[in-house]
């Protein structure tokens, strides 16, 4: 067979182009969702913070989690709870951010391995071939890793919005510039600084319409359509 295989490939790459426009509208939904009821967004944020702690207490208590990875995922998530001091702003230059991206990725390794190395058999007749019920399943690990490793980094990150143009204070973390709504206390935010205040793009956002602006301009450049997005020397 020739074409059969070839049709196989081009479904291949169709479904995957339509799962990525697919990821990419919705990060794009959630980051405007979470632009517009911050307030909103932050008490979700942090009660999904609490669930996924005790979430994880529970599963040292009875399904003998090891002890020490139980602490560093509970201690990783009072980090991220820190990126919620300023919400949605985040400077990525933060050191509290910088430590919770390492977090995310020394969880997901750590786990990982821990979950790569079952604990041996535990039934006694070595011909049984029943499941074991002492080793977590392929559902049950994947559903791990997405509620209690990845689901609050993810939240994050579409929730969060890099603030390029908010300078602290001195002897304050909030920023009092005019794009900032803490311009004085108890004074309410400026027109102007309402306006300076949208200007802060999600995370999620930003990378879809960076991505989009890429792949516009390569199209352009390589002639596969026209627009004015191409730059003129």
């Given at each position: ?21 697919a ?20 008490k ?5 913070i ?9 599963l ?32 990525l ?7 919770s ?41 994947a559903s791990y890793?997405?509620?209690?490793v ?18 602290p ?10 794009g ?13 600084a ?37 730059k003129?020397?």
């Amino acid at each position: 067979m020739w074409v059969l295989p070839l049709v196989g490939y081009l479904g291949l790459i169709l479904g995957f182009g339509f799962l990525t426009l697919a990821i990419a509208s919705g990060l794009y939904y959630l980051s405007e969702l979470v632009e517009e009821h911050t307030v909103l967004a932050k008490k979700l944020l942090t009660r999904m913070i609490y669930a996924v702690m005790v979430l994880q207490l529970l599963l040292w208590l009875f399904d003998s989690f090891p002890l020490g990875l139980s602490i560093l995922s509970i201690l990783s998530h009072v980090v991220y709870t820190g990126n919620l001091r300023r919400f949605p702003i985040v400077k990525l230059t933060d050191p509290l951010f910088i430590l919770s991206c390492f977090l995310v990725l020394i969880n997901h390794y750590l786990w990982f391995r821990h979950f790569s190395t079952p604990p041996p058999r535990t039934n006694y007749y070595p011909y049984n071939t029943g499941r074991d019920y002492s080793i977590p399943t392929f559902t049950e690990i994947a559903s791990y890793f997405g509620l209690c490793v990845w689901l609050v980094p993810f939240a994050l990150f579409v929730s969060l919005s890099a603030g390029e143009n908010v300078l602290p204070s001195m002897g304050s973390e909030y920023a009092t510039g005019e794009g900032s709504s803490f311009i004085a206390p108890g004074q309410e935010p400026s027109a102007s600084a309402s306006s300076a205040k949208k200007n802060n793009v999600g995370l999620a956002k930003a990378l879809v319409d960076g991505v989009r602006d890429w792949v516009g301009e390569t199209g352009e450049v390589m002639g596969f359509w026209r627009g004015d997005r191409v730059k003129r020397f």
